[in-house]
Every structure is written in C-alpha cells, then in structure tokens.
C-alpha cells in the first residue's frame, strides 16, 4: 500500500467514511449489464446451488438445484442459466461496423459479480460445462458446453488488467474508495457498502454491524452462510429428497418451492445491493481512457465470437508451456498500461505514485526550445531539453521514457539527468515527440519556464515477444518424446475417468 | 580443520571444474546444470568453458540476464583469449563502456550479420530473444537461475545443447501479476529457466562448484548452512588469510566502533537496536547503516588478503550497504551525505536484486525484517537475506531492530500448499532463524 491510500484508509477510520481514492472510475460500465449472483453448495468443489440473473434490477430471475448433488440437475440448472446468459451475449453480436478483417461489434456484454468468489464460482461453472458431449452417454443440452465456452472466455478475459467484460462489484467500488478496513473486509460486499453508503437512518457502525450478521445481511457468496446451511438448507434438501425418493408429487413441488423461498431469502439481498452499488458507480464520472480499453474488449469479443461462429474447440483446461508464456506476457503488458493509464488521466492516483517516487510534477525553471540534433540518417530534428524542479522524491533513472498528463497528446520525453538540489529535485528531460513535423516544434509542445507539469513513465510499445510455433514445442518445456509415450509431465493423462476428462 | 586426506580446496575445485567440462565434450546431455554458490567463480567458469568449446571448434553464444553482466563477461574473456573474436549483440541505443571500446578483439553488433567473423558471440537473453534465425551448437545461460522460463523459451530454438549456470540462493525471478493458473504446471512461465528445464529433461547432471572463493572462512559454514542445506560448499581461502585492521585508535567506545570491532575481529556483527516497530523508512535504523560505514571509512582499514598480502586501504568503492526496498536505498544514500565523511557517497546502496553478482570488502546489510509487526513472504524470502549476507569478502554488519527473531516465531510460514510443486529449499524461515543464531554470537546492543 502507498502512502497515500495508506492515509486515505487511515482518513477513512477517523471520520468513519469512505475516502474516494481515485477522481474516476476506471472500469467502464455498460448500459445494460447482466448481474449474476452465483450461490454454490459447501463441500462439494464447484457444485452450483443457485444464481440470481438478470440485466434489471427488476428482472432477476431466481435458479435453484434442488438436489446440488445430482448431475442431472446441475447440468438442467446450467442450461437455464446458460440460457440466459448466451441470450444476452447474443444481444451484442449485431451492428458490426468497420469493414474486411477489422470489422468489430461496437458493444460488448458485461457480467457483473457482487465480488471475486463469483468469478471463481463462474469458473469453475465453466469448466464444468465447457467440455460436456452433446450426445451419447451423460449428454447435455446444445446450450451447455457454449455456456461454459463463454463463461471461461470471460474468466479468462477478467484476468487481464482493465478489461470490464466480468468484474466483480466489490473490486470497481474499492479502487475507488477507501475504507476504513482490511482489503479482505473490503471483498465483503455488504460492510464495503455499510462505508460507502449506509442506509437510510443508519450510520456507518450501525451498518456495518448488520453487514457482519447473517440474518440481516446474507453473505453475497458464492458460500452461503454455514448456520443457514445447518439450520435451514440441509432439512430442506432432505425434505426434497424424501419427496423424490417416495415419488410423492405434491409433496416434491411443496419441497422444491420451500427451497426456492429459503434461497431467495439469502440472495435477493444481495441482488439489491448490487444494483444498488451499480447505481452508486455511475455516479463516478468514468476516465477518459477507459474508452480506449473498451475498444479492446470489443476487439477481443468480436474475434472470439467469430471463433464460435466458426465452432472453434472449447479452452484447454491447462495452457500449453507456449501458451502460457504468451499469456503471461499480455497480462504483465496490460497491467503495465492499465497502471499507466490510471495515473495518466486521475490526479489522484498520479498523486500516489508521485509520493512512491515513480513519476513526478514540478515548475519548469529551465528550458532550452530551440535545441537541435542531428539524428543518424542526417536530419535536423528539435530536441529541446527542459529542467524541471520538483519537491517529489523521484526515483526514475536517465534515460526512462516518459509521458506528460499536462501536455498535447503525443508528448514524449526521456530523462536526461536527475540531480539533487537542496531539498528539491532538478530533473532534465529532452522532449522527443508530439512536436509536430516542422523544424520548430509546434506552437505549446515544449513546455516554458514557470510551466507546472507532471511526467510519469511510458510502458511505451514493446515488440511482441516471440514464441517457438504451438507445434514445436523446444525440448526444454517438453518432455522428450518416445520414452514412455505418454507424457510424464501432464498429470490429467494418469487420472483421466470414464466421464470427465477425455473430452 | 581438514583432515590431510581432504584435497585443498584448489584442488577440489579444479576437478568440479574438469568434471563439467569433460560432462560438456562429451556431447550424450542436452544440458548441463552447474550449481553455484556465491563467488565460486562462476564466471570464471564460463570464460573457461567458451575456451574448451571455441579450442573444440564450436561457435559458442553466451546468454547472460543484464548489460553489465554481457560487459563484465566479454571483458574477461578478452582479457583470456586476446585471439579469439569476440562478438557483443547489442540494442540499437547500446554505448559500449570504455573498457569495452578500448578492446580490440570485441565487435559490437546489431544483428548476427554484423558478427559473422566472431567466434563467442555475448549478447542479453532479451537481445537474443530478437534474433529470429541461426542455430548454434552450445549456449552458456549465465545467471540462469534469474532468467524466466519464458524468456528461455525465447532463446532456446537458437542453441542445441546449453550449460546452465547460476547461483539457486539467490532471489527467484518473478511477475507482478498476480495469477494461480499456472501453478503446479511443469512449465510454470513464472519458475526460473532451469526448475523448467529439469523437470522436462531426465538425467540431465547437475554439478555444483564446491568452494567459494569470494567468503571467508568465518562466512562459508554459515552462508553454506542456512542458504544451501544439501549441498554445502567451503571458503577457499584458510584461516588468517583475510584480515581487517584498524589504521585509528578509537576515541571514546562508542556503539559503532564496539560493532565495527566485532565485525574486524570475527567477521560478522550484529548492531543491535532498542526493540520498537518502524516503519521500513526508520531514520534511525538508516542513519545508523550510514554512519557505520562513515565511521569505518573515518577510522580507516587495511584489508588483508590472497591478492593484497601487505594490506591495502579500503575505500568508500569496498564498502556496500545493502537494503530490502528502493526507499531505503535512497534514504540510505541521503543519510551517507550527513555522515561528514566527504568520502562516504561514494559507498555503494542497493537492493538486494540489484547487488545479485557483486562483491565488496565490507558490506552492511539492513535487515529485511528489523522493526517489521508481521513477516511477509517477500521479507522471508532466503534469496534476498542470502545475496544480502554473501556479498563480503571480509566483513558483514547487519543493522536490525532487537526482536527479529520474536518476529519469526509468531509468524510462522503460512505459504499454501500446492499439488506438484516441490518444497522450496531452504525455506526463509528457517534460513532466518539460522542465521539470526550465528548473528546473536556476534550481537553489539546500541
């Protein structure tokens, strides 16, 4: 944690208030988003127990499995859910604009989770349903494996810095504010509002001793509460059971509505409360930038949704070692830009990593316009150099590229030299783009003496890295092929069952 | 002392090293593993095994982790084989040093083209990563231990057989996203390139260098006990051959001449703080690791050694002071300007990630955990208190708080366990409480 939103939480305690950390909200919120709130059953991994869905706050519909052990119902509840959901997805594949390879949808879906077990939870939903047959033995409907398909392209997307596509709600509310408890307190939803917005006639310690009892503020899941479980959902799973099991049909339909009440009870609260944060979000003015990452999502929407047009096979269940190393190197490129991003468009959060020393804003006490250079190819370019004096504790070195929140776009500079000055900093930098084409830099893009600016660095454009073909894998990440046939190295291989893991 | 049937420690070296290089010509492994503990003469090594392989007709590339690191190699190899063309792959904004542009048989290229008359050619493992055709015969991977499996993955296609090279103590490569996908995969592309490339090859021999040559034998036991359990290595040099002396009397006994006389006469000291809990940016704790160097390079020293048998003055350039986070580093550096010694800014500060591979006469080490209320992983990590505590060749001051080891005990390591991943060796924790036993022999109290 830096200092600043160390003090921001250390604020928030003393005035029992959430502190807003950030000036925008940075995640893009759609229009028209889709609220799931998954419930799933203790003991059993990734055994679905309900989800409330819906892109209205007052269209949720309620899904329940009665018996969360039977495969039948579980996979007759991700249908229905699946359905709702491919329905929604579908919803944005139309309007496609642009023309030949870039065309694009100009919208994409967004999922919303009260927090991120629901991520988990839709996970592993995913990987549940992604590789279920269609036909034969144990077959699902057509909906269920294109269900999971989606649902763990999302998964997977959510992992990547700054996409919006599936976010959980308790994430976009503590990047903006801060309260005054621990970022595990913070996952919980309902003591995370009880900071923000307490209700009504309550205050904030009021509140937040209703999020901490069940009773009153049920757990936004996916586990349910474990006295609700003992106490109520366990008598009525057997109750249903027995109906089942006696083939009594009144008495199955009064089980199974008594079910869908319990857990009604235990989710609508939640539901509410979402939309509620929802609500509270949109009124954050959104960052200039998020639009920009949004076209990517839309970019990453359009070509997997092409993929599936295309009846593209479902997601491995482990990345390949090339696969991996690719993946890896989007992710730590989008959260480097992600960073950038936020610090480029919010004064806050350039604010705190001003005080980590990683970027810096001061008064221009020198500068040089007219400096030329020569370049290698042998023409004269402008290069003037700049000194800035700041009081921030900088911590960049020469020679890292940097940008400028308070110029033009397409501003460009590198540290030439950072010496200290008294208590001060004087920091050099040579501007080197965003001047335009003539010999004279253009009119305001080379900053003038008594100018405040800010600079951070530039995660700049780096060359994708390149990785031996998917079918080559080098004998450093593969075992050797033809000692023992099988790979030693892919466990699944030695623990493949009847209905699993094959397909 | 050793027995007489013991081989000196030269001469055990001398057959790990012959042992690798006849492993190498013998051409049956993809690979070679080669161990090494700090300052075993490691680089040493790899100018040794590019000669065998260039004297056998092969056109070596070398793979190293940081310019500084292609630099310090090809200046060694130049100074060992003035005949042989010398190839340095650089980036397009790569100044060549001035030792570098003074040698004559070093070229310095862009693409491989450039380099078609050399017969080693060194470049970064990120610069080898552009370089999109062209197979060699044997790669050396310097530092291979600090390089990511996926980076390896990058440079692999271009070498048939490598010689993996590097320290297993230090501190692991890692990612700042934060994903457990990928963990228990036997190619995790967070692990280092070596784990990666063992657990896919069988058999391949992993040898270790078995003598520091860069501790003294009042570090090697400790260092080799806490931070290499299995595989135990031993000082090169014999008892008396290193030695710290006074140029001063003190005036007065102070706390810092009491440390500073420990740490002379035994080689290690512990600088003990009144117990309290700062925060990392503690003044006092800095300024104290400031003035201790400021107070040695006032007193002055005369360092002993195998290459200085008459002594030689240590300067400000033999002395480091090392810290766990950047902050630190430039408190440390703001706090060496107020010692008075007009010499003291010339100490070298930096991180543990940043001294990996260098070495000094006296170093002074502000511990990772000192004034801490809880024990992190990144603060237990054995890699970053073993680069911090095996830099010296004659003295080590660590600067803590009192209660380190109160610390440790009631935070336990709580790191979740994975199926398929191994035990990590050594385990922080334990390398902690290790090392704080051998530092509480040697306590000064403040």
Redesign the interface.
Known sequence: MSMLSALAHVQATESMQAVPLTAFRHRRLSSRPLVIIPLVMAGEAGAPLAAMVGSARRKGTLLVVAQPRNRDQRFAFAASLGRTVIDYIDSFRQGRRGGGGHSRYPDTPQILVPNHGGIKALADLGRMCRFRSTSGPHAVPDVVPEFGMWLTFLVDRAEQAGTSMLLPVTGILAEHWATGQSTLEDQNLASLMAWIAPPAGLSVEQAMADAENPDVCPPAGPATSPEFDNRDLAPAIKRFDTARTLGDLRALAAAESDLRELIAGQIQPTWRMTWEAIALLRSVPEAPRTIKRFERDCAAFTSYSDYRDSGGLPQRKRDTAIGAAQRLGWLERALAEFESDMAFDDPFVLADRRSAGEAFAGTVVEAEPSRTVTTASNRRVPRPRVTIRTQDPVRLAADTKLLSPSMPSGHKAVIVSVLPDGDATLVTVEVTGGMGRARVPARGSVPVPDQRIAYLPDPGWRPAPQFPGSDRTPWTHSATAGETGADPAAPEDAAAEEWGNED | MKTDTDATPAAAAAAATDAILTDMADGSH??LVVDSPPGAGKSTLVVRAAQELTAGGERPIIVAQTNSQVDDLIERLAAAHPDTAIGRLSATDYVATPALGALTNTTVGRALGDLSGCRIIVGTAAKW??V?DGTFGWAILDESYQMR??M???V??RFDR?LFVGDPGQLDPF???G?E??IG??????QN?VT??L????GIPVHRLPVSWRLPTSAAPTISQAFYPFTGFTAGTSEGTRALEFNTTAFGNTDLDETLAMAFATGWALHELPRRHVPRTDTETIQTAANLAGRLLDRGALATCERHQNGRPLGAGDIAIGVAH??QA?LVRAALTRTGNPNAPGVAVDTANRLQGREYEVVIVIHPLSGRRDATAFHLEAGRLCVLTSRHRQACIVVAREGIADLLDSHPSTDPVHL?VRAKFPDGWEANHVMLAKLALHRVAA
């Open positions: 993809r690979a990563a552009t999109r499996s996926d390896l993955l990058q692999v296609e490598g990612t700042i996203v994903t996908r990928w995969l036997p190619h995790d592309p967070t390139g990666v490339m657990e896919h090859n069988r950047r902050d430039d398929s």
